[in-house]
């Protein structure tokens, strides 16, 4: 597995999400972005969204707390073979994660190549 400290790997989430396009960005609201090392349930996902995705914000109340998409630094690390190829794959995860915020399903964010 490719080594990497937790703040090597949250310097290349920040430098992901820095490298995206400011328009994939501009509707993000009350969202998060967490790293942890694996999902509690052991599989071998790469990140998640949790929360109220842009179609279902009509139900979202003021006070709630944020959506996060978590991305989990294990399983990236076991994925990847260098630091080109992790910086790589955390960005394709980030637009994978804030595709579902926006409302696509997996099936659709496949069909555009973002995962």
């Known amino acids: 597995m490719l080594s990497v ?3 090597e790997f949250e310097a290349l ?6 490298s995206l396009h400011d328009d994939m960005l501009a509707e993000l609201d ?3 972005f ?3 090392d694996r999902p509690g349930d052991g599989s071998d996902l790469l990140g998640v969204y949790e929360g109220f995705n842009l179609r279902e914000r009509s139900i979202y109340g003021y006070g709630e707390a944020p959506d996060r998409i978590i991305l989990f630094r294990e399983n990236l690390l076991e994925r990847c073979a ?11 995860t980030l637009v994978h994660e804030i595709a579902h915020f926006y409302g696509l399903s997996e099936a659709r964010i496949h069909e555009l190549g973002w995962g």
């Open 5 to 7: 400290s937790h703040d």
């Open 13 to 18: 989430v920040s430098e992901g999400l820095d």
């Open 30 to 32: 009350n969202i998060i």
């Open 34 to 36: 967490v790293v942890e």
């Open 82 to 92: 260098d630091l080109d190829e992790l910086a790589k794959e955390i960005r394709i």
